[in-house]
């Protein structure tokens, strides 16, 4: 029975990634943050080194972008000091199992080029940017050096299990609670945003595959579509045969200060090696996350 090691397990990717692995036999190992907090570079060797996996799946971060304004140095110290004690975690204790890190589409920032590749230059402009392209780096140094560790470069993805922070989930369940009679309003900050937004259960199988090629690699994952937030908006509010005008205000102290543009991926790389492809479309997704929040 193959092993894996699951770091941010509790999140959204991580708990389809362990459905998805225990369908296929392995033996999950997901520690929560307690037993193995990744900025905690001691932790991660015990942890590791009881663990002996054969597949280590590094998706423990600071996910919500906007989190760095509070603490911009736990951000950095999570999403990139951590990558950097699993990777040496992994060099002294397990050298031959392989490693994926879930990177972002935050690496490129707002970039000339469109749709993005996996040679796309890193130009990020946020902290969350900089610290998943210092991450993927340090990955890619990893690499260099003789160790199996591919990064996904992941542009949104989203599900019912998507957390509440996110816009995707705060509109889905703010339109349930204006059903409901429990709520009138819905703040938002920039609704002409437009993001990349593919489903998570695709894109936890896009990880899986990456550690199933014979070298490891970088890979966008990306379903080629930009929407906008606007577009969320309209697509939910129909869901729940609700008119959005009259219940969704624009809240200035929800925009963000660096917000990057054109952020839509280029998967062919993932298709051509993995045979990998978006299956879900974006309406869908975004109907069936507005239906189970009304259910
Ligand atoms: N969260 C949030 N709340 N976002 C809003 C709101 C709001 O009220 N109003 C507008 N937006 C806009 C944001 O400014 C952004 O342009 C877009 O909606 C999506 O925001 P999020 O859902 O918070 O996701 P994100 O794009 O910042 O980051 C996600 O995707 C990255 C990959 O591109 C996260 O999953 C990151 O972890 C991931 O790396």
């Not at 998943?132 to 599900?159: C, M, P, V, W």
């Not at 889905?172 to 938002?188: H, M, P, T, Y």
Request: glycine content about 8%.
């Amino acid at each position: 029975m193959p092993c894996a090691f699951i770091t941010g397990a509790a999140g959204q990717d991580g708990s389809y990634l362990a459905e998805l692995l225990r369908g296929k036999k392995y033996e999950v190992i997901a520690p929560g943050r307690a037993e193995c907090d990744v900025t905690d570079a001691a932790a991660v060797g015990r942890a590791l080194r009881a663990a002996a996996p054969d597949e280590v799946y590094h998706l423990a971060a600071v996910s919500h972008v906007g989190q760095a304004a509070q603490d911009p140095a736990a951000m950095l110290a999570v999403n990139f000091q951590g990558t950097v004690n699993l990777i040496h975690g992994l060099r002294e204790d397990c050298p031959r199992a392989r490693l994926f890190f879930a990177s972002s589409s935050e690496v490129f920032g707002r970039p000339d080029q469109v749709p993005q590749n996996e040679e796309t230059p890193f130009a990020p402009v946020t902290i969350y940017g900089e610290s998943k392209a210092r991450a993927t780096l340090a990955i890619r140094q990893a690499r260099a050096d003789g160790l199996f560790a591919a990064s996904g470069i992941l542009y949104n993805h989203e599900s019912p299990r998507r957390g509440e922070v996110f816009v995707t989930r705060k509109i889905c369940r703010a339109v349930a609670a204006i059903k409901a009679g429990r709520q009138q309003d819905l703040s938002l900050g920039d609704t002409t945003a437009r993001r990349d937004w593919g489903d998570a259960r695709d894109y936890v199988l896009g990880m899986w595959l990456a550690l199933q090629h014979p070298q490891p690699e970088d890979f966008v994952f990306a379903t080629g579509e930009l929407h906008s937030v606007q577009d969320v908006v309209e697509i939910a509010f129909a869901t729940a045969q609700l008119d959005w005008r009259g219940h969704v205000r624009v809240d200035a102290s929800l925009m963000r200060p660096a917000e990057p543009a054109r952020l839509v991926g280029d998967a062919s790389k993932a298709r051509r090696l993995l045979g990998w492809s978006p299956r879900a479309s974006f309406r869908s997704l975004i109907e069936e996350m507005t239906r189970a929040e009304l259910a």
